[in-house]
């Protein structure tokens, strides 16, 4: 080899050591400062956003990650945003991948901030502050840190078409983090946050771990926190990973509050009025799956429990899962199906109830159907025993209830009633306007002794009803689909027996009513007993309205109209035995659902009574001739009866 070669080899030899040689001599005597000027432009060139750097600039060799330190360190925010900077903060210390820095990408595997002002803000069009394009649209462009250490910061975060503000305020303490050994001396971070969630007022506070676990997905974040949001309270310890994402939560949750309905701003899920709640279980996700597992609580006097889930991945998301319950208050029901409240004891008397606005009885709140295409759900509620203020004898509940693009169904809806059976289906359809919903409803088995404990149907009374009832109407609530409706209902009762006292009474006959009263009720057969209805607009006319027994036969007229919830109706009985002192006046039943009014026919009986007394002047045995009840009346033909009430399906309307 030639000398020159040689020298040529030596000196570019010498060059290569010598530059970090002279690098490294550059930076003991100057320092980082130099690079900030650079670093600053470089910023301002990709994103658009200024970037200072105040105080002194240092780096920390090490492979595959360096560190570089930076004092009075500010970012701004576009120029779109509320609040000038993005981070102002004393110090950063932020950890640099070399090995992605290498391949064009930057990666900050860990940040660190001491007494940090972080806002963030999240508008219209997709705008985020966090991302680092220059429309900062681009999720592709987020801020890449997978960990974030906040010393005494304060972070704001807004979402004005969210009606969401929310400012925290974190340090980090000597103290174990949620979920740690207690013994161990990991340092964890409290907080505390105000504001507003969804326009729900938010105060929270809780702990985590130093180290927010912002992108990492390898490593759970340990959290405990407790929360009011708007009437909802909320307690919750366990691990999240990737706070950024909630790619996986396990969660033990409380939740409390005035109304399920309340919690929509929380979880995002329709879920109907109720009165006060509490619930605690466990909540889980995996992937686009929620669960709330082996939950336990109360709605107003009814126990609830099991588990239901989420599923994200469809074109809604869909609700699945199954409820019980041992004691299930359908009182707690109402608010669900539009019944208004009970007011408070003592409200009315104190001016506070609704005296101006007519008593309804039939529920006439609408339903909330716009948050219906929202969700989709399939659920099954299952109850032991039903309670209800009237103690209508309600038992073993099994529903589904299936929600399907506005559509709901419950099928099917099954109790115990009476010691029988009740089945139905019923619909309601959003997506026709205005709501329109159907029910085709079964009895059987029905025992007549025991179904309505409050009214004196004889205790002695025996036989079973059966019955069939479809309906359809529309309208914004349940009350006023029944206003509307069209349908038939057909109630039967066949070859049972009733309380004697209870028949006499209703044919008037005084002597038999007093001595029953003396002696003691007995039974007497029941031939039959039908209720047969046609609907139309809302008014039940009836077609047939028969009690048929041994000793009189009791026939009924009129209607029932279900837009004012009114009672038109008239029943008068036919004797089938003599009674020496028997009234034999029709009696109308009048007056509206909440205050019916049972009325006498006073007229004849003040004509019975006029001729009674003239009689009477005359020869006082024939007081007794226009009160005398010869009998014998006729059998019905309850086979007739029968077959017309049981005749399938409504008629068709014109």
Request: charged fraction near 25%; aromatic fraction near 4%.
């Amino acid at each position: 080899m030639k000398r020159p070669t040689l020298k040529w080899l030596a000196a570019t030899l010498l060059a290569v050591l010598a530059l970090p040689l002279l690098a490294a001599l550059w930076i003991s005597v100057f320092g980082w400062n130099w690079a900030r000027g650079p670093l600053q432009d470089l910023t301002s060139e990709k994103t658009g956003r200024e970037l200072r750097i105040a105080g002194d600039l240092d780096v920390s060799f090490a492979w595959p990650v360096s560190r570089v330190r930076a004092q009075a360190v500010t970012f701004a925010n576009p120029a779109w945003a509320t609040a000038t900077q993005m981070v102002d903060t004393e110090v950063a210390e932020i950890d640099v991948d070399l090995r992605q820095l290498l391949r064009g990408r930057l990666a900050f595997p860990e940040v660190r901030f001491t007494r940090p002002r972080v806002f963030l803000e999240q508008a219209s069009g997709g705008r985020k502050t966090w991302l680092l394009d220059r429309e900062q649209t681009d999720e592709s462009k987020p801020l890449p840190i997978g960990h974030v250490l906040l010393d005494r910061g304060e972070v704001t975060y807004i979402d004005a078409s969210r009606h969401t503000a929310i400012h925290a305020e974190l340090s980090t303490l000597d103290a174990p983090a949620a979920g740690a050994d207690p013994g161990s001396a990991a340092r964890t971070l409290v907080f505390k946050a105000t504001g507003q969630l969804q326009g729900e007022a938010l105060a929270a506070h809780g702990s985590g771990g130093a180290v927010l676990a912002w992108l990492d997905e390898s490593r759970p974040y340990p959290l405990q926190v407790k929360a009011t949001l708007g009437r909802t309270q909320a307690q919750a310890e366990g691990s999240v990973t990737s706070l950024l994402e909630f790619t996986a939560v396990d969660l033990q949750l409380a939740l409390k509050g005035d109304s399920l309905d309340s919690l929509f701003p929380v979880i995002g899920l329709v879920l109907p009025p109720t009165p006060a709640y509490r619930t605690e279980g466990r909540l889980v996700r995996s992937g686009a799956l929620w669960r709330y597992e082996k939950f336990a609580g109360r709605v107003g006097r009814s126990d609830l429990a099991g588990t239901l889930q989420v599923d994200t991945s469809g074109t809604r998301p869909l609700l699945s899962g199954a409820v019980a319950s041992r004691r299930l208050d359908l009182a707690d029901l109402g608010p669900a199906v539009g019944a208004r409240p009970s007011p408070p004891a003592g409200a009315a008397a104190k001016g506070q109830g609704n005296a101006a606005r007519p008593v309804r009885v039939l529920p006439d709140l609408p339903f909330d159907t716009a948050r219906w295409a929202r969700l989709d759900a399939d659920v099954e509620l299952s109850a032991a025993t039903l309670l209800r203020d009237e103690a209508l004898p309600l038992e073993d509940l099994k529903l589904r209830l299936l929600l399907q693009d506005r559509r709901l169904t419950l099928d099917p809806l099954e109790f115990g009633l009476a010691g029988g059976k009740m089945k139905g289906q019923v619909t309601l359809d959003s997506r026709a306007e205005p709501l329109r919903g159907t029910a085709k409803v079964q009895l059987r088995g029905v025992k007549l002794g025991r179904l309505l404990p409050t009214v004196d149907l004889g205790k002695a009374s025996i036989g079973q009803l059966n019955g069939d009832i479809e309906l359809s109407g529309h309208g914004a609530s349940v009350g006023r689909m029944l206003a509307t409706a069209d349908g038939r209902l057909s109630l039967v009762a066949e070859n049972g027996a009733i309380s004697r006292l209870l028949m006499e009474q209703v044919g008037l006959h005084l002597l038999e009513i007093l001595q029953l009263k003396l002696t003691g009720d007995e039974t007497v057969r029941l031939h039959c007993a039908v209720a047969d209805f046609d609907v139309a607009g809302g008014v039940m006319e009836a077609r047939a309205l028969v009690l048929d027994t041994a000793v009189n036969t009791v026939i009924g007229s009129g209607r029932i109209d279900l837009r004012q919830e009114a009672f038109d109706l008239t029943v008068e009985s036919h004797t089938k035995v003599t009674s020496l002192v028997a009234l034999r006046s029709p009696i109308h039943v009048k007056g509206s659902f909440d205050k019916p009014v049972v009325e006498l026919d006073t007229g004849r009986i003040a004509a019975r009574g006029a001729g009674a007394l003239l009689l009477g002047l005359l020869n006082p045995l024939l007081a007794l001739v226009p009160l005398f009840e010869s009998g014998p009346g006729a059998d019905s033909d309850c086979a007739k009866l029968v077959r017309n009430a049981r005749a399938a399906g409504p008629k068709a309307r014109p």
